[in-house]
């Protein structure tokens, strides 16, 4: 609707085409849980931003951590300056190291390693025009946990694939994220969903033939292009 109203375009000639990504290979063994570490790992993979929710989760750290101490928060992605890690050990106390490790920036092998091994994922954004990053950890059958912003609602389906909370509330992140570590069951359920759900709605495949699909309705419409063809908006974005 944003993009009809700046352009003066008629909103039924938009179709939207979600970025797809390549579906991992996945060891049945290792899908849901990894078994070389007993303390289940938390997983969060952005820039370190404001946008990108980290302060809402780094205030929800300690809170998790004071009710389940066998857990590992693993946070990637570029902190310039060190600043969100130094405010967080400032804050908080360099005893928490043991469970928060800041990555920084990560190359692509190194982040499929990571997918492979946490145990959930979890990006708290305040506003994501789509986000990759969840679409990213659910193809590794990983449940995630998002907040009801922007494109987010499009990949989360609450209760079945991930969680869904407010932005910014920690409270709520807290609560989430001790559902899931303490439930390996639904952990299971909602990371087999969601790897369904990148299947049928974002994988390549999907993309490709959706696509097609869109250039044969012009090509059947037999009318001019200028009148007939839809705008066609990728809304895949790197989160990363």
Known sequence: NLMAREYGINPKRIEIIPHGIK??????????????????????????????????LLEAIPKVLSKMHDLKFIIAGKDSGNRYENWFKNRYGEEYFTNVKFLGYVNNSELERLYKEC?????????????LVYVEAMSYSKPVIGCNVGGVAEIID?????????????GALTDA???????????????????????????ISKMVRNTLEIYQKILSEGGKMEDSLPVVLDIGGIGK
């Open 158 to 170: 609450n209760g079945i694939n991930g969680i869904v909370i407010p932005s910014g509330d920690s």
């Open 23 to 56: 579906l991992p290979e996945i060891d049945i063994n290792m899908k849901n849980e990894s078994k070389r570490d007993k303390n289940k790992k938390i997983l969060f993979v952005s820039r370190l931003e404001k946008r990108k929710g980290i302060s809402t």
């Open 177 to 203: 994220i001790l559902k899931l570590v303490r439930n390996k069951e639904l952990r299971q359920l909602l990371g087999n969903n969601a790897r369904r759900k990148v299947k049928n709605s974002f994988s």
């Open 119 to 131: 145990d959930l994922f979890v990006v708290p954004s305040l506003y994501e025009s789509f986000g």
